[in-house]
């Protein structure tokens, strides 16, 4: 061995006696380098996710193609003619796309979490409901009543430094 790396010996070890590196060590990143997240604690304020319209309009029409799809396979194979097929789908879409329209949507409780969008509307639509029953405005800002106390506090200030400085001058 070279370099006083790895075993003096091979023998009774059961090993070849061959050095090789450590992969797995992780070294610990540099001090001067970016961190990987903000230290500004102002920007760890909550931000709701947005659902996208798209994708929600896409799962709506889906899920009423598929129920389509039902009614046609179940008329085929029963062996009803093909415009009665048409006109029984047609008619099912048309229903179906209706009440989709008129619908507000599904509680949070029957989603699945792969269903990212829709929670996300749920999630949306259930703090505006939380926010109208508890009459928060919707212009509200998180901590704002401390900033402006504090800005009343500060006011407040330079009044009495204002009024203490009008003392002394004459």
Not at 62 to 76: A, C, Q
Not at 104 to 122: D, F, I, N, T, Y
Not at 155 to 168: M, P, Q, S, V
């Amino acid at each position: 061995m070279s370099s006083n790396v790895g075993l003096s010996t091979p023998r009774g070890s059961g090993t070849s006696g061959y050095v090789q590196r450590n992969l797995s060590n992780l070294r610990p990143r540099d001090r001067d380098a970016a961190a990987p997240y903000p230290t500004d604690r102002d920007n760890y304020s909550h931000r709701q996710r947005k659902p996208d319209e798209g994708i929600l309009e896409h799962d709506r029409k889906r899920e009423i193609e598929v129920k389509v799809f039902e009614l046609r396979d179940r008329l085929e194979d029963e062996g009803v003619d093909e415009d009665e097929i048409e006109l029984q789908t047609s008619t099912l879409r048309k229903t179906l796309t209706q009440q989709s329209s008129t619908t507000a949507g599904r509680s949070a409780k029957g989603l699945k979490p792969h269903q990212v969008h829709e929670l996300a509307k749920a999630k949306i639509e259930e703090s505006e409901k939380l926010r109208r029953a508890l009459g928060i405005k919707a212009d509200y800002e998180e901590g704002g009543h401390w900033r402006k106390q504090e800005e009343r506090l500060r006011e407040g200030n330079l009044a009495r430094a204002r009024e203490d400085a009008a003392k002394e001058e004459p």
